[in-house]
T-cell receptor, first 111, second 111 residues
Framework: NAGVTQTPKFQVLKTGQSMTLQCAQDMNHNSMYWYRQDPGMGLRLIYYSASEGTTDKGEVPNGYNVSRLNKREFSLRLESAAPSQTSVYFC??????????FGSGTQLSVL | GEDVEQSLFLSVREGDSSVINCTYTDSSSTYLYWYKQEPGAGLQLLTYIFSNMDMKQDQRLTVLLNKKDKHLSLRIADTQTGDSAIYFCAEITRGSYIPTFGRGTSLIVHP
């Protein structure tokens, strides 16, 4: 089992460019999440999907959109990247709100 | 809103025990977790405890839960340099889809 797989691992964007971060899980989990991690700020929830077909805003959704493509995949899109979106992004998934499993992260720099 | 608090840093000598503390505010918490994050990596679930338990032991790790004081601790026996990492406390409430994380405690193990 691969668990939670995120791509890409690293990305550099120019201000105003767009990109999509991909996340897939092979554990048949219902719920999936996108977090960002910044120094001193801990983990902040961007969006989550409680189940296939639903998405909801988290703590810091501005500047992002998400798509729950199917039960396995949950993507995060930056339509017009800004330097404030420089961060490490983590995808996570869980079944029945028990153990939360994380991907290895995407390090994004916006210049 | 619900809150999870941890101290930011802990420094210990190799071979000593480490105790990382966490307080939470939600009395309805059902699962409480400890995650470990090594540099450049995602969060790895170390251990977890159900709210109806007081203690859980897993090899060098001991988790203590004081529900009355809403206090969770993680004790690492015989701390090694490989234990140097950031440790996150997290909780989730039955019926909620959103785990709440502390900001993480950086454990530094020195010879």
């Amino acid at each position: 089992n691969a668990g939670v797989t995120q791509t890409p691992k690293f990305q550099v964007l120019k201000t105003g460019q767009s990109m999509t971060l991909q996340c897939a899980q092979d554990m048949n989990h219902n719920s999936m999440y996108w977090y960002r991690q910044d120094p001193g700020m801990g983990l902040r929830l961007i969006y989550y999907s409680a189940s296939e077909g639903t998405t909801d805003k988290g703590e810091v959704p501005n500047g992002y959109n998400v798509s729950r493509l199917n039960k396995r995949e949950f993507s995060l899109r930056l339509e017009s990247a800004a330097p404030s979106q420089t961060s490490v992004y983590f995808c996570a998934s869980t079944q029945a709100n028990e153990k939360l499993f994380f991907g290895s992260g995407t390090q994004l720099s916006v210049l | 809103g619900e809150d999870v608090e941890q101290s930011l840093f802990l420094s210990v000598r190799e071979g000593d025990s480490s105790v990382i503390n966490c307080t939470y505010t939600d009395s309805s918490s059902t699962y409480l977790y400890w995650y470990k994050q090594e540099p450049g990596a995602g969060l790895q679930l170390l251990t977890y405890i159900f709210s109806n338990m007081d203690m859980k032991q897993d090899q060098r790790l001991t988790v203590l839960l004081n529900k009355k004081d809403k206090h969770l601790s993680l004790r690492i026996a015989d701390t090694q340099t490989g234990d140097s990492a950031i440790y996150f406390c997290a909780e989730i409430t039955r019926g909620s889809y959103i785990p709440t994380f502390g900001r993480g405690t950086s454990l530094i193990v020195h010879p």
